[in-house]
């Protein structure tokens, strides 16, 4: 899983060609860290289809700003260098799965309709 900052978020997030979801976290968030996991494990299921992206807000405040991040975790999905979906607090795989399955290239393995 990628780490950008606001130096790097246009080219690691905004010119992507393929979808990205971008977790915007902090270490001081313990729901964040339980979301670590389920975001490795996404990025590395949907490698070529999807990119998972980390923005640590502390970090990186100018682009915590441009989108109004005001809680942690905060979940956003870009495809084509504009945010499609928002989701804010932890989720399960289940639910992020169902959130980015319309833009990954194909169906995700394990999730309903799923063509593989």
Not at 58 to 63: I, L, V
Not at 75 to 80: A, H, R, V, Y
Not at 89 to 108: C, D, H, K, Y
């Amino acid at each position: 899983m990628q780490q950008t900052t606001d130096a790097g978020f246009d080219e690691d997030v905004l010119r992507s060609d393929l979808p990205v979801l971008v977790e915007f976290t902090s270490d001081s968030c313990p729901p964040c860290r339980q979301m670590e996991p389920v975001l490795r494990s996404l990025a590395d299921d949907l490698r070529g289809r999807l990119r998972v992206v980390q923005v640590d807000v502390p970090a990186s405040p100018e682009t915590t700003r441009r989108y109004q991040v005001m809680a942690t975790p905060t979940l956003f999905l870009f495809q084509g260098g504009e945010p499609v979906r928002q989701m804010v607090g932890a989720r399960p795989r289940r639910r992020i799965l169902q959130e980015v399955e319309p833009f990954v290239e194909r169906s995700v393995p394990g999730t309903a309709g799923s063509r593989a």
